[in-house]
């Protein structure tokens, strides 16, 4: 058996589950989620508990039934507490700034450039800072958003300069071997 697909879900006040067949929909105070998984995963709801289980030793059903139990867990807790990921702007003249709801990235091109949140996701700005937080319940959505930010701007390797996850480590470059002496 699969560790985590064995795991059940535990659903905390506020939210409600409702299963369809196969079909999840989970309903929270930060937003509304639904999803379909496959049939060779079976989905109960037990106690107030979410409780994956699968009929067969197959490695095609072994593999969905620790992913089917993880995406119904990003789930719940999407719609109870949220996710978020922050970015940081590094570099000379790169900044970021919030115009209503839509961000405006100055990152060292010829215009600023302007990017509207989609539904479901909120960004907030540090400009003190320099950071860009990106939040909302739908876990792979906030991934999605954050990874497109990143890649307007990705970090290069010689100054290290560009948008970066906060945290994360740039291997850095020595540069042309004639500027060292």
Excluded: C
Excluded at 67 to 93: C, D, H, P, W, Y
Excluded at 99 to 111: A, E, R, T
Aim: overall charge positive; charged content about 25%; glycine content about 12%.
């Amino acid at each position: 058996m699969s560790r985590i697909g064995r795991m059940p879900v535990s659903v905390p006040k506020g939210v409600q589950v409702d299963l369809k067949g196969n079909a999840i929909k989970v309903k929270g105070p930060k937003g509304e989620l639904e999803r379909e998984f496959p049939v060779a995963i079976a989905i109960a709801l037990q106690g107030g508990q979410v409780v994956v289980s699968r009929a067969s030793d197959e490695p095609s059903t072994r593999a969905l039934h620790g992913m089917t139990r993880a995406m119904i867990n990003n789930m719940v807790v999407g719609v109870s507490a949220g996710f978020s990921k922050t970015l940081q702007v590094e570099g000379v003249g790169y900044r970021a700034e919030k115009k209503g709801k839509d961000l405006v990235l100055s990152l060292g091109y010829s215009h600023p450039v302007p990017v509207a949140p989609p539904p479901g996701i909120e960004f907030v700005v540090d400009e003190k800072a320099k950071t860009i937080t990106v939040s909302g319940y739908d876990k792979e959505q906030v991934g999605q958003v954050t990874a497109d930010l990143r890649a307007l701007r990705p970090p290069e390797p010689y100054k290290g300069k560009g948008l970066r996850y906060l945290g994360e480590h740039v291997r850095r470059k020595a540069g042309k071997a004639g500027k060292v002496g």
